[in-house]
């Protein structure tokens, strides 16, 4: 009777063991589901969901800094042709994207509808200076009355005023724009800004199919943008930027459309990073983005001015003033990084780093947050009177979202922490069952080796 118990023992040992263990591997594709499944619910975009919430307000802190080129040598320019020696001031820091969306409408086909409110607040503790600070930067006015219809009453009213092609300007002033006599309104990098609207946007909610939430169905009504005359460079591709589908792929590159470059593009993936204990995924924009059509034909709808561009054969540099009201503004990465020899060498002081001037996001690949979301370009303009069509640096940004210690935390506790407890119990119910289960099989076998070998004697 005792031997029948001892074996009956390990056997049931054994049984609870393996059910154990059976439990523990079908926990880990029920709770992967489970997991899924949630996490598609909260990253559909409407009220009630954490993706609703997150998507609505401007509750992340974003900075946009600037960096300026000050003109150290402008008689020499003026008067020998010499090359402009430039030296870099900066950052200059703003917040922006601070006030949520505005005109959000829900539609039937699973979209929604918003616009985005532009404002900038200047930040000094952020920044090297006031934003009264000056440089010796390129006139906008005298740039601008190149391309204007009227250029030859532009360049007597030029000559009349003493206007010359640089000028002594606060960083405000450059940035966000002063009165300009010759033109007679508003001049500046990024006029209009405060008071504006990035918009109309209408976006798939992903109610119906997740994989498309954030993706953009129109863009100011339309689903094509009109600057390049040509389908493929008018396409409207992926979301904002500011979120993705859930559940990336590290072999899908992501898409998304800017409006401050009129344009779609895309970002593959380079590396994991730990980001205050959360893994993010890096996209970085391919060098062939911004490749000459020579390198890169599918660039050769980019082309819009062949003179500027060496016959299209100019690599690094995007010309946007199809959708900037004509204004000469060419868009690059800081310091013309992967741009051609000839913008580097033709503007003394450039130093263009893989490190510090490359653009790329940091994304939360399950519920793929953009935490930063890292933009870099260069704004610039072509120069009056400079040789050779130069393309000038005025300025260059970059937008970072900063995920604070406190915001964290709390993503860690909502999803990390929950994701990990589960994948512990699982691996943990899996082990010990089979654990379990082993050492009682075992166990019998030594018993029941035993007993026979006590049966022989």
Known sequence: MGRCNRRCGLIAGAVFGAVVAILGGVLIPVGDSIIEGTVKKEAVIEPGTAAYDNWASAEAVVYRQFWLFDVKNPLEVLNNGTKPVV?????????????PKENITAHSNHTIAFVLPAGAIFEPSLSVGPEED???????????????????????????SNSSLFQRRTIKEILWGYPDP?????????????????????????????????????????????????????MINGTDASSFP??????????????????????????????KGIEVYRYV????????????????????????????????VLDVSSCRDGAPIYI???????????????????????????TYLDVE??????????KCNLSS?????????????????????????????????????????????QQALLGVGLAIFFLCLIAYCVVRRKENNGKLV
């Open 182 to 234: 010759i033109l007679k309104r508003t001049v500046g990098v990024f006029v209009p800004y405060n008071g504006t609207y990035d918009g109309y946007y209408n976006v798939y909610t992903g109610k119906d199919d997740i994989s498309k939430v954030g993706l953009i169905d129109r863009w100011q009504g339309e689903r094509t943008v009109d600057y390049w005359n040509n389908t493929y460079c008018d």
């Open 285 to 316: 924009l391919p060098t062939l983005t911004l490749a000459s059509p020579k390198e890169n034909p599918d660039n050769q709808c980019f082309c819009t001015d062949p003179v500027v561009t060496k016959d299209c054969a100019l690599a690094g």
């Open 365 to 374: 690949p399950v519920r793929t947050y953009n935490l930063p979301s890292l």
């Open 134 to 160: 000056q440089v010796t930067s390129l006139n906008l006015a005298v740039a601008v009355s190149e391309c204007h219809p009227a250029v030859r009453l532009l360049e007597g009213l030029i000559r009349s």
């Open 332 to 358: 690059s990465l800081p310091h013309f990084l992967h741009g051609s020899a000839y913008l580097i060498e033709d503007v003394l002081g450039l130093n263009p780093s893989e490190e510090h001037h490359a």
């Open 381 to 425: 303009q072509r120069g009056h009177k400079v040789k050779d069509y130069t393309i000038f640096p005025v300025v260059w940004l970059n937008e970072t979202a900063v995920v604070d210690d406190k915001t964290a935390d709390m993503f860690k506790k909502e999803l990390i922490y929950p994701i990990q407890l589960l994948h512990v119990i």
């Open 246 to 275: 859930p559940f990336l792929d590290k072999k899908k590159p992501l898409y998304f459309f800017s409006s401050d470059i009129c344009r779609s593009v895309s970002a593959t993936f380079e590396k994991s990073k730990d980001l």
């Open 87 to 99: 030296t870099e001031r900066g950052p200059y820091t703003y917040r922006t994207r601070y006030l």
